[in-house]
């Protein structure tokens, strides 16, 4: 889609946008005043946004699409259903929430997605991707009893039209007679290039906007004549389906029983009004095809569209001769520094083991970005594979890759993992396969809070027999992982937090004890009792220990590694030495690496010690505007630690 200049905000069309307190508001204007307030949207998204962090890519590209369904549909009784929901800050502006905008995000602010606690308007809350269409079909049949039934419309980007619930959600739809209208967002783009054959199916159909507006244009023209202009119409509508399905071969949708209407400039919103005011009075399942681009008035967004995608909170201004001892944290302990992002650690450690093995290959579900693939996919062009938003296919296919003899490694986040669950059960781990799992943001992650927080994979692949289990405390450790996962014959998963490695490095790598599956490294010897900590947490568990050691209080610490298997011969010894065993993990406590620890101490003979999990509570944690407000919250942060430490060692525990 030809990027056009976005009109500037002007005053009148923030007072607009100002006075629109709900959809009925917006409904009083003309048509001719909604490019004013889109324009003002777009000016006050630009505005806070940028400043407080969030979705910008998206939300740009549907301030026209939102303001036209808000003006036609009324949302308190008919429904509408977001897909990821990233996209729906426009919604919030419409729907009261603007005044919300200034703690976007931020702890105790508002959600970045749909959240129903937040209003009526929300129906759920939602994150991934490809499930709207199902969602709305759900409560099109719920309610196509009723004597006048909702209208029920789900939005959905063309990404996520190609996840394969989407398409199983349309083709039951289509044959089950219900009524939906599926709007479907095409900019091109999710947070990187739309990939696949639908992607370039939907480009061709982008490609001939110019064949399909003359035919409309024409038809126009010859409706107008008296007398025989409708009846030549109706002729050159059937013509013109003949030249769509010779332009544009095999038009998939209506072979699945969905009325396609496209597509159309969804940046036109009284065109986009004219056309929702027209196939809402359709029957059966229609999908709506709009244009838009991603990031629309951001001046990078033509240029760098996944760049706008998200975009991080403004740092705030230092004053004026402002010093380090000034900006100093009000508890007077300054921040470690730190290191590399794990993210990064992984994506460098990940070249240097594939320059040395040419089996090696890497898939992602549309994340090549935000696994670190895009280096890999620019080294080893012919090696990197991004299968869409497919996390079933994409497992899958790594089991394929792996019976044939290469060593694929699936890099996907700890949250979407989940999707694809099936295939590491049926695919991968009953088969044996050396398939490497490599999940981004296992933990909290901050401002996108519970619909992206990675923190069940643990339980959920701990049951699988013949799955090895590993988590990093820094970059050293992470490579040696990497390289132990492509070393074994079966199938490995290795965790890693949205966050940086530390700078520092306790242990030097050629110090540390051998990486081998069920092998734990101990890092401190103590008196009472131990804390087995996994993963990114060893490092909090460090400064707790280092706090406790100040104090005249010396504590055992250890670096489990794996959470299958556990090292049960370490456990064993600690369990004689030791009146506590603590285990701390940054997952859900029920089913996690405190239960294995609990599984595996069950085995050991005589009367075991007492054993405490610090992990997260039985809830979904909501948002905050960083991961460590989230880890404090838990009481998983090196504070939190040391009291839970310090309690268990007052006399009334001993």
């Known amino acids: 889609m030809k990027s056009e200049p976005t009109p500037q905000p002007t005053l009148e069309g923030q007072a607009l946008l100002a006075s629109l307190a709900s959809p009925a508001d917006l409904k009083r204007l003309e048509v001719g005043q909604l490019p004013r307030v889109c324009s003002a949207m777009r000016g006050f998204l630009l505005d806070t946004v940028q400043r407080t962090g969030g979705h910008l890519g998206s939300n740009l590209g549907t301030v026209e699409l939102t303001t036209a369904l808000h003006y036609v549909f009324d949302f308190r009784r008919d429904r509408l259903v977001f897909d990821v929901s990233h996209q729906c800050y426009p919604h919030k502006i419409l729907t009261g929430r603007r005044e919300g905008f200034d703690l976007l995000r931020q702890s105790g602010g508002m959600c970045g997605f ?16 490809g499930t709207a269409i199902s969602l709305a079909l759900g409560l099109s049949l719920a309610t196509q009893h009723e004597p006048r039934p909702p209208q029920v419309v789900a939005l959905v980007g063309d990404a996520s039209l190609g996840a394969g619930v989407a398409f199983e959600g349309l083709n039951h739809a289509a044959a089950s007679g219900a009524r939906l209208l599926v709007v479907l967002n095409d900019n091109e783009w999710s947070i990187s290039k739309s990939v696949g054959a639908l992607a370039r199916y939907l480009s061709k159909i982008r490609s001939n906007r110019l064949v399909q507006r003359a035919q409309q244009e024409f038809g126009g023209l010859v409706a107008a004549i008296p007398l025989v202009g409708r009846k030549i119409d109706r002729a050159w509508q059937q013509i013109g389906e003949v030249m769509r399905h010779a332009v544009v071969p095999g038009h998939i949708f209506e072979e699945l029983g969905v009325t396609y209407v496209g597509p159309i400039d969804g940046h036109d919103v009284e065109l986009l009004v004219e056309h929702l005011e027209r196939v809402r009075a359709l029957d059966g399942v229609v999908l709506l095809h709009i244009l838009t681009e991603k990031g629309k008035g951001h001046p990078k967004a033509p240029t760098h569209p996944e760049r706008v995608h998200g975009v991080k909170a403004a740092e705030p201004a230092k004053s004026a001769g402002a010093d380090s001892a000034k900006l100093a944290p009000a508890n007077g302990r300054v921040p470690r520094p730190a290191g590399p992002a794990y993210t990064k650690a992984f994506a460098d450690a990940l070249l240097r083991i594939s320059e040395r093995d040419l089996r090696v290959h890497a898939i992602t579900a549309a994340m090549p970005s935000g696994t670190g693939l895009d280096a890999f996919a620019e080294r080893f062009p012919a090696r990197f594979h991004d299968t869409g938003i497919t996390e079933q296919h994409a497992l899958a296919m790594a089991a394929g890759m ?21 295939q590491v059960f049926q695919e991968i781990a009953l088969q044996h396969l050396p398939v490497v799992l490599a999940l981004d943001r296992a933990g909290l992650v901050g401002g996108d809070g519970p619909t992206h927080n990675g923190v069940f994979d643990i339980a959920f692949l701990r049951t699988l027999p013949g799955l090895v289990l590993a988590a990093p405390r820094d970059a050293s450790d992470l490579e040696r992982m990497l390289e132990l996962g ?8 290795l965790r890693f937090p949205r966050d940086n490695c530390p700078a520092e490095e306790r242990i030097h790598k050629s110090e540390r004890a051998a990486m081998e599956p069920g092998k734990a490294e101990v890092l401190a010897q103590g008196e009472g009792l131990v804390i087995w900590a996994y993963g990114a947490l060893v490092n909090q568990a460090l400064e707790a220990h280092e706090r406790l050691a ?33 285990t701390l993990e940054e ?32 809830r979904f944690l909501e948002h905050r505007t960083t991961r460590e407000e989230q880890l404090a919250d838990a009481g998983l942060d090196a504070e939190g630690i040391e009291r839970s430490v310090r309690s268990l060692l007052t006399p009334a525990h001993v």
Do not use: C, M
């Not at 792996?402 to 099936?422: C, E, H, M, N, V």
């Open 486 to 493: 492509f070393r074994l014959d079966g199938p490995f998963a």
């Open 114 to 129: 749909t959240n129903p606690e937040e209003s009526e308007y929300d129906l759920f809350h939602t994150g991934h991707a």
């Open 550 to 582: 100040a104090s005249g209080l010396h504590v055992g610490l250890v670096d489990a590694r794996f959470a299958k298997p556990i090292d049960s011969e370490l456990l064993a010894r600690h369990a004689q030495k030791y009146r506590w065993i603590v």
């Open 402 to 422: 792996a019976k044939g003899g290469l060593r694929p490694i699936a890099a996907i986040y700890s949250t979407f993992l989940q999707r694809g669950y099936d």
């Open 587 to 618: 997952h859900q406590r029920a089913g996690g690496f405190g239960s294995a620890v609990l599984e595996a101490l069950n085995q050991v003979p005589g009367a075991p010690p007492r054993v405490r999990l610090l992990a997260l509570p039985d």
